[in-house]
């Protein structure tokens, strides 16, 4: 039995504890966040957010991403001839080319999302795309005999890694490796990594619609982002909003960048199997805790359609998906993607 002196002394002690951890809480110092300048890389609109204990840090974290994404832009862009991965399309069906470790992980991580969407995701589809541009450009429909050419030149199995030597080979001629499907998702992922190394406790990175954030806002709250609806593009209206921490969201859509041939509209993503452009859903946002993984699952579900898309992404975890299909503009989402929408 304790005595009642012992426990008035508890009691005390506890009060004293209490009051104590309120005060050390309430004295800490208020987080900053700063907000970069709208940033245009990766042909599209960059803003990055840091949130940490000081401004300069703030800043500093916000420079390192910034750098980090121009870094890799520098690689992975295969519309400028100087980057690395023109060097590849140019060689690579000549003698294997010894790459950067950076743009080696990034074509690692898209074969194992083509292997893992059965060829749906598939970073070969660099001369279909140009085809479908060329075509876009003289208004008419690509025609058998150049579809069956490109053809040849597709198919992730065709791009030979050798992770000992850090090079990449073609198993064809003239292919051409487009990472436009993955490249923003696998920036955003490296670029948080260096916000965090330079000191921000929290942070997005918004790479044109590809988000990426960690730990909280500077009021200790999620990071909430708007998906926009697909129809109303130039009102900027927002068809949800998501509540999210230390996750990446993906939104592949045929709304914001697409062909026209005739008064027919297509989509800038394709289906590698049949070469045509992918237009069955107007919008497909990933959640995840990967960029790379959110960017690449958003295309691939956008060439599977709805009902094989939900399928794939039902089985990953911790991975949801919000579709909102073409023309009737029908939403539909996995089974717990409900916690991240806000209503
Ligand atoms: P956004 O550019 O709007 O972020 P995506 O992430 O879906 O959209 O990337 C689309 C781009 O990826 C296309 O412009 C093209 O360069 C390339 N692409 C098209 N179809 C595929 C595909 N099936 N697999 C991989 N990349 C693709
Ligand atoms: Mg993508």
């Not at 809480?25 to 987080?31: D, S």
């Not at 998906?227 to 914001?256: F, M």
């Not at 990933?286 to 009902?307: K, P, Q, W, Y």
């Not at 299909?325 to 089974?335: A, D, I, P, Q, V």
Request: hydrophobic residues 45%.
């Amino acid at each position: 039995m304790i005595k009642t002196g012992q426990k008035i002394l508890l009691i005390i002690s506890a009060v004293a504890i209490i009051v104590l951890l309120l005060i050390f809480r309430t004295g800490k110092a208020p987080l900053v966040r700063a907000d970069s300048a709208n940033v245009v890389v990766m042909n599209t609109i960059a803003k990055i957010i840091a949130v940490a204990p000081d401004e300069q840090t703030a800043q500093n974290a916000i420079e390192a991403a910034i750098k980090k994404i121009k870094h890799l832009e520098n690689l992975f862009n295969r519309y400028d001839p100087n980057s690395q991965l023109s060097l590849v399309n140019r060689q690579a069906d000549k003698e294997p080319v010894k790459i950067d470790k950076e743009l080696f992980v990034i074509l690692q991580r898209s074969i194992y999302y083509s292997k893992l969407t059965d060829g749906a995701f598939d970073i070969t589809v660099g001369p279909l795309v140009d085809l479908w541009k060329k075509c876009a450009e003289a208004n008419s429909m690509p025609t058998d005999e150049p579809l069956a050419q490109v053809k040849k030149r597709i198919g992730y199995d065709k791009i030979l890694l050798d992770a000992n030597q850090f090079t990449v080979r073609f198993a064809a001629e003239a292919m051409s490796l487009d990472l436009g499907a993955i490249a923003k998702g696998f920036v955003a992922d490296r670029a948080i990594e260096e916000m965090k190394k330079a000191g921000a406790l929290g942070g997005l990175v918004d790479l044109g619609g590809q988000i990426g954030c960690f730990g909280l806002t500077e009021k200790n709250g999620k990071w909430v982002i708007g998906v926009q609806n697909p129809s109303k593009l130039e009102a900027g209206q927002t068809i949800l909003k998501l509540a999210l921490s230390d996750s990446a969201a993906a939104t592949s859509g045929d709304y914001r960048r697409h062909y026209k041939i005739g008064n027919k509209q297509f989509s800038h993503i394709f289906n590698p199997a049949t070469e045509k452009s992918a237009d069955t859903l107007s919008s497909v946002t990933i959640i995840t805790s990967s960029g790379t993984a959110a960017d690449a699952l958003a295309t691939a579900v956008s060439v599977m359609g709805a009902e094989r898309g939900i399928e794939l992404i039902e089985k990953l975890p911790n991975t949801e998906a919000i579709i909102i299909k073409s023309g009737n503009e029908e939403m539909l989402e996995t089974s717990k993607a409900e916690r991240f929408i806000l209503r």
